[in-house]
């Protein structure tokens, strides 16, 4: 039986394999892959963006070796900045 982070880090490849591959290569995500995995699955974060060139910038951000596409590593930084972003407002909150 698979632990709680077992399970976790199925998710993300689960997630991160749904989206990529949808067109072109199944490893990487492409700008519009990418738009629809944060319009669906951060879709919250998406809506309260004023503006609306934010999720590109966050492309080509995240696009270390600016190939217009993320592959997972890539991905991950984006998970793990919101899970320290996440972390750090849990941190801030007054229960802490």
Do not use: W
């Not at 503006?51 to 890539?74: A, I, T, W, Y």
Request: hydrophobic share 40%; aromatic share 8%.
């Amino acid at each position: 039986m698979p632990t709680e982070t077992e399970r976790c880090i199925e998710s993300l490849l689960a997630v991160f394999q749904r989206y990529a591959g949808r067109e072109g290569d199944s490893c990487t995500l492409s700008k519009r892959e990418f738009l629809a995995f944060m319009n669906t699955e951060l879709a919250a974060f998406t809506k309260n963006q004023k503006d609306p060139g934010v999720v590109d910038r966050m492309m080509k951000k995240l696009d270390l070796n600016s190939d217009g596409q993320l592959d997972f590593p890539e991905f991950l930084n984006l998970i793990g900045g919101i899970a320290v972003a996440c972390h750090d407002s849990l941190l801030k909150s007054p229960t802490h």
